[in-house]
């Protein structure tokens, strides 16, 4: 078995990162914490085509039976292969899963013995997904000072101007801080650069709890290094929980994991210290062969099937497990976890959203080149159609003419509205529809606000 090497305090990723922590004071400090999920189970019922216009229900188990912990101060890396449940599993964890009749959810997940409710909870969740969806006509500086605006509350300018260039500094995002996101019309940051900006708009949120699906994909490795040491940083100096699915992470990011679950087919191979993994395997005769990285050892055996991980299982259920249902037992005594983050009104929040719709529209210029020809030319409609109407109301027929004015203009402002959402939205991008609802429903502020000054815009 190779020894793993210590990343040394002289390097010049670690010099990399003590320059960054000192600038990471966005998040305050949180009282002791433990997110515990035990009997945890996830099915869904999918349909299966058996002749024509003929369907059978049939049951399809995605969790089974998993047990663990996420305490503040650490970090919880969740690794295994495509198809193990890893997103599902974080969903169960922040309650994002909807339930109906084709969904079934055994067990429970409690945050300091309260059960796990994102309603309750979602001011100080943050959630970072795989994928997400920017307005492309924006600029990076716009974004943080948007999320600032909306969610942190009781600043004075001159501490949003300093949270906002820390921000800035610890995505390291300086040099395209005033470049615009970018999209299908316009080039814009790399991709790259949107998953670090996904991750800041997170974190100045202020969150207690924060989730991240995949945060290093699309990254190089030594920007993946910079994300996850300042992930671990930031948990341990502000006593926060950080909960991250990881794919193919490199040697120097495995060593910066504190605890680490992996998951084959929605079951548990193995919890607990990172480190310890790699003695724990050895002792199963599957040490990790000199120069390969543990991680994708582990993924890789993870891999063979059930049949082949049976002496897996047996392991976990009879050393692991029991040591989890101590530890959670261990701190079933913290109470009292922190919902204290306030968020700004509905006047400030349609204010907010307002400008920055107005702000990607003028920026857009084939939308706002449409728009202008299309008014133009309702408005020549109007004027040829209803020029000189008589004033005398005694007639009926000049009412009715009125009447029908007054029609032609509504109709028109109703059309142009449903336009923007079903044409421009639903029709041609259903992809970007969906994920616009998951932010709808599932992020913090996002509310009718929106959909307002979308119309208004």
Known sequence: MQEQVPISESSEPAKQRQSVIRKSAIIRKRKDAILTWKDLGFEVTISEKKGFL????????????????????????????????????????????????????????????????????????????????????????????????????GLTEPEKMSRLENAIAIMKMERAQNNYVGGIYRKGI???????????????????????????????????FIIMTLLRQISVDNNIIVVYTIHQPSIETFNLFDNLLILDRGRNIYFGKAQKAIDYYAQLDYPVPANTNPANHFITLALRGPERNEAFY??????????????????????????????????????????????????????????????????????????????????PVNISNREGAFFFLGINLFISYFQNYLLTCSLTSPRRTRMFLQRVQFRTLWSRAIHWCQAIN
């Open 314 to 395: 047996n392991n976990y259920n009879t050393f692991i497990l029991p040591s989890i249902l101590e530890e959670i037992d261990k701190n079933a005594g913290l109470q009292g976890f922190e919902v204290t983050n306030k968020i700004v009104g509905p006047f400030s929040q349609y204010k907010i959203l307002l400008i920055r719709a107005f702000k990607n529209f003028v920026r857009n210029p084939m939308s706002f080149i449409i728009r202008l020809v299309q008014i133009c030319f309702l408005v020549c409609i109007f004027c040829m159609l209803y020029f000189q109407l008589s004033k005398d109301f005694t007639n």
């Open 190 to 224: 790399s991709g790259g650069e949107k998953k670090r900006l996904n991750i800041g708009f997170e974190l100045l949120g202020d969150p207690s709890i924060i989730f991240l699906d995949e945060p290093t994909s699309g990254l190089d490795s030594y920007t993946s």
């Open 54 to 153: 003929k369907y059978e229900d049939k049951p399809l188990k995605i969790l089974t039976d998993l047990n663990g912990y996420a305490k503040s101060g650490e970090c919880l890396a969740i690794i295994g292969g495509s198809g193990a449940g890893k997103s599902s599993f974080m969903n169960l964890l922040s309650d994002r899963v909807k339930i109906n009749k084709k969904t079934k959810i055994d067990g429970k997940v409690l945050i300091n013995n309260q059960p796990m409710s994102y309603e309750k909870f979602k001011h100080v969740i943050g959630f970072v997904m795989q994928t997400d969806i920017f307005l492309e006509h924006l600029t990076v500086n716009e974004y943080f000072k948007f999320a600032i605006d909306l969610r942190a509350t």
